[in-house]
């Protein structure tokens, strides 16, 4: 009896290194819909237009001083016991075009981020200059040569007109609205954000706002998920968590993958008796994709699909549905907002103490980085087993420790990837 449990489906399961599973889930991915947004609105997404420059910026001759717009040709010879005067014939404040043309002799007083005048081709700031009224106006000294093109933005400095300056895929910040709003553009494509339903599996799982019972605890996860999302770039659909009954499973991923882009679920993947989420995926409501993979933790990390969408039912074990989330769910969100570069960023670094702990398998070890004389070193941050939850939040990267008979010693180079 307990050799056909022990050769039951549920035990045989072939384990795939996590790159091999990334790319297995890449193939499903593909970006989903646009939609136009305001500027305000535009902050965190992603950009689904490609963005040139329509016009060149800045798009005049721009003063970098305020002072007085002059001929760089009048000041040659001009020295500190020899001044030479130029007639003052406008004031040019910010946001007015001047009609006067700088000829021999004369210049401008003109403001910084005013339009320099015709004829001028450099501008003087007025600590270099001294002032003086005759009867035909206003004249001003200059001491010094002042060469062509100074304190003088030309037209284009930035850019060109049709230059490409953004291109799809990226995430808007302040630059990038910077960019969009110089250039008048104040709706912009970008990617629908994925919907994301989650819900956790399991008959001890307590709501957050009820009272705790014996042998029961909180639903911790779908919390921690929906916040996952959010940073991917996501909109979590927090649903119910249910008891681990297969039909209701079935029934409830059924509803949530046709009505979402994607499912995430929590909880019963492993090789329980009421591991129902195992059960589900080989069953024939979906099709299983992976149900191993060769890291820790998180090694019963799950994927299926489903007219073409996908479900990740991660580990229940809170340690290994945060990995299995940032390694598999967050990437797929990201993809499906055109991100090329989906998954998380790779630094490398100085291991910053002792991991003893083994295995077969890669370990993703949640970690702090520290910079210490411009070296990134990499902090264990304490218990990092698969069922503990408290050290995520003390962590801002996955220590990548390489399976092996011997674990790692401080000052050995070390993968980190990047939480924030
Ligand atoms: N005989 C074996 N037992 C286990 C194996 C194995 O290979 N053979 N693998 C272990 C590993 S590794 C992991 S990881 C866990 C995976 O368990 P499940 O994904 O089946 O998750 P559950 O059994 O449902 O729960 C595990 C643990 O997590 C707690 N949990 C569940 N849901 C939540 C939630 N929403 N919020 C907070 N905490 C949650 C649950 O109460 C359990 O303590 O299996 C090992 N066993
Ligand atoms: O699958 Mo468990 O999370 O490896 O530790
Ligand atoms: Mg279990």
Same mark, same amino acid.
């Given at each position: ?227 996952? $999302?959010?940073?991917? *770039? /996501?909109?979590? @659909?927090?649903?119910?968590? =249910? #008891?681990? &009954? %297969? ?15 994607? $499912?995430?679920?929590? *909880? /019963?993947?492993? @090789?329980?008796?009421?591991? =129902? #989420?195992? &059960? %589900? ?23 299926? @699909? ?7 039912? %991660? ?106």
């Amino acid at each position: 009896m307990a050799d056909d449990i022990h050769n039951n489906s549920k035990f045989k399961r072939k384990a795939l290194q996590v790159n091999v599973a990334q790319s297995m889930i890449s193939q499903y991915i593909s970006v989903g819909e646009t939609e136009m947004v305001t500027l305000q609105e535009s902050h965190g997404r992603t950009l689904a237009q490609e963005i040139s420059a329509p016009h060149p910026y800045p798009h005049f001759r721009r003063s970098g001083m305020d002072g007085y717009a002059i001929r760089s040709a009048d000041t040659e010879g001009c020295s500190n016991d020899q001044s030479i005067w130029l007639q003052v014939i406008d004031e040019i404040p910010c946001g007015t075009v001047s009609d006067k043309t700088i000829i021999p002799g004369t210049a401008a007083r003109i403001m910084t981020g005013a339009q320099v005048p015709e004829g001028a081709d450099a501008v003087v700031m007025f600590e270099m200059t001294e002032i003086r009224e005759d009867e035909g106006g206003s004249v001003v000294g200059l001491k010094r040569y002042i060469e062509i093109g100074k304190n003088l933005t030309p037209i284009g400095l930035e850019l060109q007109a049709g230059e490409l300056i953004l291109s799809p895929g990226i995430t808007i910040s302040a630059g990038e609205i910077s960019v969009l709003a110089t250039f008048g553009i104040h709706h912009v494509a970008v990617y629908r954000r994925p919907r994301v339903a989650i819900f956790s599996t399991g008959s001890e799982l307590l709501s957050v706002d009820e009272p705790l019972q014996p042998g029961k605890i909180r639903n911790s996860n779908t919390y921690m998920l929906a916040s996952q $999302v959010i940073e991917a *770039g /996501g909109e979590p @659909v927090i649903l119910d968590a =249910i #008891m681990d &009954d %297969l039909s209701l499973a079935r029934e409830k991923v059924e509803e949530a993958l046709h009505a979402y882009d994607m $499912v995430v679920t929590s *909880g /019963g993947v492993s @090789v329980g008796d009421f591991d =129902i #989420m195992g &059960d %589900l995926v080989r069953g024939d409501s979906v099709e299983m994709l992976y149900n191993k993979i060769a890291m820790r933790p998180g090694s019963v990390t799950t994927a299926a @699909v489903k007219d073409g969408k996908l479900l990740f039912a %991660l580990s229940g074990n809170p340690g290994a549905c945060f990995v299995g989330c940032e390694l598999f769910v967050r990437p797929s969100i990201r993809g499906m907002m055109g991100d090329q570069k989906p998954y998380l960023t790779e630094w490398s670094g100085i291991l910053g103490a002792d991991y003893s702990k083994v295995n077969n398998f890669t370990r993703y070890v949640r970690g702090k980085t520290e910079i210490r004389e411009g070296v990134v070193y990499a902090m264990p941050s304490g218990i990092d087993e698969s069922g503990v939850m408290i050290t995520i939040k003390d962590s801002d990267c996955l220590i990548v420790v390489p399976p092996g008979q011997q674990g790692m010693k401080s000052g050995d180079k070390v993968q980190m990837l990047m939480l924030r």
